[in-house]
DNA sequence: ATCGTTTTTTCCGTAGTACGGAACTTTGGG
DNA sequence: CCCAAAGTTCCGTACTACGGAAAAAACGAT
């Protein structure tokens, strides 16, 4: 479906482009002709998902804050005070991601106090294999399904502690299952450290980290971390159930 | 644009049956063919602005968050703070909004501390005739611009104080510029009194409003409200003529 | 387990929508 | 005032999207 696909590349490249830009930018980051783009916008401009300046440049519209609300809700809004007492209790960013797809996506996070911390994008979508949240959702896949995965997407390696090897990371995984979370050794970005736990329920795939410099969130600190992290899971997890 | 169209159909349709819906609940309601709606979604799922959970249900997805975040941030982010102050000055519920197309726009606002207090949906589109932002964005506008709106718009009841007389509203109108600010009477909600200055400034019109039942809103209230509200309004121009 | 119903998904020929090159208009800078 | 760049409109072609119909899958009841 070209034309949806091609109407969201827009809204996209108008939220990386800082949210404005004019036609002919995005013209020449989307690669589309201006024709085709003037319709799309108009389009988007009629629906109220764009707005167009005065100067005729483009911004994103007031109508996908109610969009962007809506979904912020329906993952982070209950998610968020769990999150906030793990940040409570650790002192390290607190995220949760759901499975979407063959990425980990993040949809919730509560910040560290710290000054040096974890900044992960809400809605960013990361790999699996090489993530905390990623690795957590793969411990509540069946194998089959894990398997399925990790053969479309393979094991780039992003860091040079990233598991490259299907059987070390099927062997991680198992570890994972049997203690009920599992450690990202900057396996995304070198010198995070990151404590995941799954949050089980029927609502399809989701997990929970907390993630820090390895200077602070050392050896000793990952005893008392891991089982608050596990537990937040639980706690997210039982949530999830009620509604 | 069809297809553009319909892909955002659907997931207002999604929005408003409370963020989640089943493929046929979807075509009851849009009224499209089940096919159609299938080839939408899966479009849709495919790139992330919807999730299929395990029931085969559909949710907003969470890339939505991720625009509608960038989005919020462009209004609301700067906005909050001085809507914050007013709110705490006035004690009622303060609203941004600009104007989009032949309508008014809510894109933030900050609640009243009280419990009966005026709810205004971010991203709602509300008629300019009868609203205080939506006189107050009328306000901005040349004497032609406004008559070829209310040409197109007209100017339907919406309560019993409703001004449907184009020479009244345009008194009205002349009576903001001059004050430089608007009082909504229950014209668009029965018993909320409104009080709505603009932005002035480069940028596209926008308009600032408090508003709050009538029992609390009286005459002595408005006297005092009237210049903060215009003083934010001031102060949200100032603050969009830097960036 | 077996069968009927509902919901979801796939198929496919047709209709019409979207495409994009090119021409035209407007805007902003010199 | 003129020129260059950006934005907008036009229009014939091609392909995309449409939706009825049929198949497949899930659900529930017997």
Redesign the pocket.
């Known amino acids: ?4 696909a ?1 109407g969201f590349e827009l809204l996209e490249t108008l939220a990386d482009a800082g949210g404005e830009a ?4 995005l013209a020449e980051r989307t690669g ?5 783009i ?5 389009t988007l401009v009629g629906l109220g998902y764009l707005r ?1 300046l005065p ?3 483009y911004t994103l519209g007031p109508r996908l804050v109610r969009l962007g609300d809506t979904a912020e809700r329906l993952f982070g809004r209950w998610a968020t005070p769990v999150l906030g007492d793990l940040v409570g209790e650790i002192g390290e960013t607190a995220n949760l991601a759901v499975l979407d797809g063959d990425h980990a996506v993040y949809v919730a996070q509560v910040p560290s106090p710290h000054s040096v911390r974890m900044f992960t994008e809400i809605g960013r979508r990361v790999p699996l294999h090489c993530t905390g949240v990623g690795k957590a959702l793969l411990t509540t896949l069946p194998d089959a399904d894990v398997t399925a995965l990790l053969g479309r997407t393979g094991l780039p390696a992003v860091t040079d502690t990233t598991i490259t090897d299907p059987v070390a990371l099927r062997a991680e995984i198992a570890l994972g299952r049997e203690r009920g979370y599992v450690i990202d050794e900057g396996e995304q970005e070198p010198g995070v450290r990151c404590v995941a736990a799954p949050v089980p329920g029927p609502h399809g795939p989701a997990a929970v980290s907390v993630s820090g410099p390895q200077g602070r969130v050392d050896e000793a600190a990952l005893a008392r971390i891991a089982p608050l992290v596990v537990a937040a899971g639980l706690r997210l997890g039982a949530i999830l159930a009620d509604t």
């Open positions: 479906m070209q034309s949806l091609r004019g036609l002919s930018e589309l002709a201006p024709a085709t003037h319709r799309l916008v108009r167009q100067s005729r440049r």
